[in-house]
């Protein structure tokens, strides 16, 4: 199954690993919706486009990259692919929020949408990162990022509300994207830091380091 789909897509197609592993499976509908759901909606609001602008830049400046390496290594797929269930619920909820709030301001509809994503991105993605690392660390340096970091979080959150609000005050563009990409960050920094202090109050006893590579090496032996 994996020689044909390098077979039949090439290496290095679109420079999106999100649109390589779901094409030709049962995730291409999805990924297509959202697709589409970013190019209709989103980008026609001024803080979706401007906002879309610094990450495109981002993004492709190591996309394509983990592209490569999904197309010429089963193993890599397999991890790209189930890394990306999760991100398109993420997207899908982030696109409820926007149909919630569209109907009284696009704008604000855009915004929300990105708060919702990367809230959640920092939830599912970044926290479990931060927990093995801090597992991992917390013999030798102790460890209480959550507590430290929350507040400033929220400094930097309602700063960057600010931000928003003088940039469409002023119709200010430069003041538009440093306010939306700041935006999404403290957020996505927000969400990390609350799901870092969700799993150590909870710890769990199969988050650590060796359960986690045991889970790996099962998932990647079925890789397609």
Same mark, same amino acid.
């Given at each position: 199954m994996f020689t044909n789909i390098v077979t039949q897509k090439g290496i290095g197609g679109t420079g999106c690993p999100v649109t390589y592993v779901t094409n030709g499976n049962r995730l291409q509908p999805y990924a297509q919706f959202l697709r589409n759901f970013r190019d209709n909606q989103i980008q026609n609001t001024t803080a979706g486009r401007t906002f879309l602008t610094a990450f495109n830049a981002w993004y492709y400046s190591w996309a394509p990259a983990l592209e &490569?390496?999904?197309?010429?290594?089963?193993?890599? &797929?397999?991890?790209?692919?189930?890394?990306?269930?999760?991100? $398109?619920?993420? $997207? &899908? !909820?982030?696109?409820?929020?926007?149909?919630?709030?569209?109907?009284?301001?696009?704008?604000? !509809?855009? *915004?929300?949408a990105g708060v919702v994503a990367a809230s959640l991105i920092g939830l599912a993605y970044v926290a479990p990162v931060a927990y093995l690392a801090s597992r991992l660390l917390r013999r030798r340096i102790h460890l209480n990022l959550s507590n430290r970091s929350l507040a400033p979080t929220t400094?930097?959150?309602?700063?960057?509300? #600010?931000? $928003?609000?003088?940039? &469409?005050?002023?119709?200010?563009? *430069?003041?538009?994207? #440093?306010?939306?990409?700041?935006?999404?960050?403290?957020?996505?920094? !927000?969400?990390?830091?609350?799901?870092?202090? !969700?799993?150590?109050?909870?710890? $769990?006893? #199969?988050?650590?380091?060796?359960? *986690?590579?045991?889970?790996?090496?099962? #998932?990647?032996?079925s890789a397609p």
């Open positions: &490569y390496s999904a197309a010429t290594s089963p193993w890599a &797929y397999r991890v790209v692919q189930v890394g990306v269930v999760p991100l $398109l619920g993420i $997207l &899908y !909820a982030s696109y409820y929020s926007y149909t919630l709030v569209a109907p009284l301001s696009p704008e604000v !509809a855009a *915004m929300t400094v930097w959150l309602t700063a960057s509300v #600010f931000i $928003l609000a003088a940039a &469409y005050a002023t119709n200010s563009t *430069m003041a538009l994207a #440093f306010g939306t990409v700041n935006l999404v960050l403290s957020t996505l920094s !927000a969400g990390s830091l609350i799901g870092l202090r !969700a799993l150590t109050c909870v710890q $769990l006893p #199969f988050v650590n380091p060796a359960n *986690m590579a045991l889970l790996l090496r099962r #998932f990647t032996r």
